[in-house]
């Protein structure tokens, strides 16, 4: 069988991820640093691309490498529309609602569309995005709220948590569409989802301010109490950032660096060990929501992300949560090995490619009859 050569290409706030595959096999890997100083020259993500470009095409003339052979691109996919998880072609409009962020998030995940297809283009091979952040497969009952016309929206690190998900039953000899888990990432924001049978039909909200506090992010709050918060003369965009950027270790303890809080828990600090252990408390929590939704039929708990390096937080889950299904952890972040593992699968047949409609994956019409 053919082993695809993958280019994969992963922005990020400050650096610029880019790996070659050879099948499973990572023949090149860079993380290109930019100075904060240099991105704030650009009035908007979109406007950092021919810079980004540059800078991978320097790294890659001095490493010497050459990609006339690959036969994949993938980027990181983002500022699309919310879209069901699977590999999506890069065309005209996934390409139009990355350049101009079509669901009203600035991120740089948006150059990752714009990267791959320049790339591709250029070596005459084909284009795409595997799970992006934008991935929602909500079930009806987990979309709707209590007001009318507010509904739940998902946003969840959907490409290491479905990734995790197929490499696990994999090993267990088993298809990811014939299992149930709950899948958590932990890092500096905590996805925690419930998959069934191939889909993510549960998680939070990880930019919405839900599920478990994070090291930048506040997680869930009590309404009334948020809505005071919001009244007292706080702005919108101070409020706005409890939830990604200032919130959860950064509000209560001054830093987003988890080792730090550990340490000043493990020290006896008072503030800092309930902040730890709060964290996860509530991930115990969401984990117990998420097996309730699979009614109990999980057939695995699996943790991924960088503080699963900590092994008092994975004892300390696997204490808790054992009962439910066997608990795995996979510490760190596989996102450049999981872009190219789905470029693979459509590549060899395994997956079929996916067309982005640009609109919509779920109807509003269907909550409002």
């Given amino acids: ?122 070596i005459g091979c084909p284009a795409f995005v595997v799970n992006p952040p934008d991935t929602d497969e909500l079930q009806p009952v987990a979309r709707m709220t209590g007001i009318k016309g507010v509904y739940r929206n998902v946003h969840l690190h959907a490409l290491n948590l479905k990734e995790t998900a197929i490499q696990h039953a994999a090993g267990m000899g088993r298809k990811y569409e ?24 549960d998680g939070n909200d990880i930019v919405g301010g839900e599920g478990p506090m994070a090291p930048t992010r506040c997680g869930a709050v009590p309404a009334t109490e948020l809505i005071n918060y919001c009244f007292s003369g706080v702005d919108k965009k101070t409020a706005k950032a409890l939830c990604t950027k200032t919130g959860g270790f950064v509000s209560l303890l001054g830093t987003s660096d988890a080792i730090e809080v550990s340490n000043r828990a493990a020290k006896g600090e008072n503030v800092a060990y309930l902040a730890w252990n709060t964290m996860i408390y509530q991930i115990v929590k969401e984990i117990g929501a998420m097996a309730a939704t699979l009614h109990g039929k999980v057939d695995g708990i699996l943790l991924g992300g960088g503080m699963v390096r900590s092994k008092e937080l994975v004892d300390k889950i696997t204490e808790a949560c054992s009962f ?20 693979i699968r459509v590549l060899t047949g395994v997956e079929p490619l996916k067309t982005y409609t640009g609109k919509l994956c779920w109807d509003r019409t269907d909550f409002e009859d």
């Fill in 178 to 201: 014939d299992c149930n888990f709950v899948v958590c990432h932990i890092g500096g924001g905590i996805s925690v989802s419930a998959h069934q049978k191939g889909r993510m039909i």
């Fill in 1 to 122: 069988m053919k082993e695809y050569k993958i280019l994969t290409v992963n922005p990020g706030s400050t650096s610029t991820k880019i790996a070659i595959f050879n099948g499973t096999q990572k023949l090149f890997s860079e993380n290109v640093s930019h100075e904060a100083s240099e991105l704030a020259k650009y009035a908007g993500i979109s406007d950092q691309l021919s810079y980004r470009e540059q800078t991978i095409r320097t790294l890659l003339a001095e490493s010497g490498v050459r990609l006339d052979d690959i036969d994949a691109v993938v980027g990181r996919g983002g500022g699309l529309l919310a879209v069901e998880g699977g590999v999506y072609g890069i065309d005209g409009t996934l390409l139009d609602h990355a350049v101009r962020g079509a669901n009203g998030v600035q991120h740089p995940a948006q150059l990752g569309p714009q990267l791959a297809k320049k790339f591709a283009d250029e």
């Fill in 324 to 343: 439910i299904a066997p608990v795995t952890a996979y510490p760190g972040e596989f996102e450049m090995e999981a872009m190219a593992a789905g470029a």
